[in-house]
């Protein structure tokens, strides 16, 4: 064999070596990335399938895994007939929708100034807006509350709403898409005799929509699970919002685990929707992110 043949035959056994350790290595990579996933999403299914238990079923040992009646829904039912979960889901759906439209319409305003207008010191003011993230959220709820208290915002909607009126992500997110539409769009219509306003909603807008949808779905998660703020504004059983309620419905019901699984369930439900509707624009809005 000359010594050719021996350098090829070499070179190919050890491009099946590397070959063999990098399946190794993804085989790995993926068994530990599924375990992961599994032990992240076991406990999730558990309260699932508790939810449609009755509380014999839930404390059965060995553990009854599923539920002998897939159609029993009147944990649910009750939860909402006898317990007052119904006015803890409106208050939390109409401090998000608050938040949400407030921050939004500031967010879309402050981002297009910041992309498509020339003013002093206007970098300079975007690193202090965005200096407002290095600030922790419990820091500002003394001050937020004696604002509100002074306003007279105690146990209301707005003042519930108040620490979600203006987002700083928004601006961030935003004007970072923003900044990826060319000038000339904007310049063009301007000479046409088109108004800030009319360009921001008819041209702008459209082209910045999934960043807005995850905007969205980001602010709705924070917004729909805040805890501390609704415990401290919320002096009045009706102004709970969900997360209030059922931390307190959990620990008046302790005993009840059927309850409070459905109670925990019915929670996820408004954000697992939402996602389901805006996923195809959450998906668009990463890709065009990764390829800015």
């Known amino acids: 064999m000359t010594s050719g043949s021996r350098s090829v035959g070499g070179a190919a056994a050890g491009g099946r070596r590397r070959r063999t350790s990098i399946g190794a290595r993804q085989v790995l990579l993926l068994t530990g990335l599924l375990l992961g996933g599994l032990l992240t999403v076991l406990p999730l299914v558990w309260v699932a399938l508790s939810s449609l238990k009755r509380p014999d079923e839930i404390l059965r040992i060995p553990i009854q895994w599923f539920p002998e009646d897939w159609t029993n829904f009147d944990n649910y039912i009750l939860l909402f007939s006898q317990y007052n979960f119904g006015q803890y889901f409106i208050n939390s759906f109409i401090v998000s929708a608050l938040g949400i439209l407030s921050s939004l319409v500031i967010a879309l305003l402050a981002a297009y100034a910041f992309s498509f207008h020339q003013f002093r010191f206007k970098e300079a003011i975007f690193v202090l807006v965005l200096a407002l993230f290095m600030v922790p959220p419990e ?154």
């Open 139 to 292: 820091a500002l709820v003394i001050p937020q509350y004696l604002m509100i208290a002074e306003l007279g915002l105690v146990n209301t909607y707005l003042g519930l709403a108040f620490p979600d009126l203006f987002t700083v992500l928004g601006v961030y997110l935003l004007r970072q898409f923003m900044e990826g539409i060319p000038y000339s769009y904007v310049e063009a219509a301007r000479i046409d005799g088109a108004g800030e306003l009319r360009i921001l909603t008819l041209i702008v807008i459209p082209m910045v929509a999934p960043s807005m949808a995850v905007f969205v779905i980001i602010k709705f998660l924070f917004t729909w699970n805040t805890f501390l703020w609704p415990l401290l504004v919320a002096q009045d059983e009706s102004m709970y919002t969900v997360t209030v309620g059922l931390v307190n419905f959990a620990g008046s019901e302790f005993n009840q685990w059927n309850l409070i699984n459905a109670a925990t369930m019915a929670s996820m439900i408004p954000t697992i929707i939402l996602f389901v509707m805006l996923q195809r624009y959450l998906v668009k809005g990463v890709a065009m992110s990764g390829m800015k």
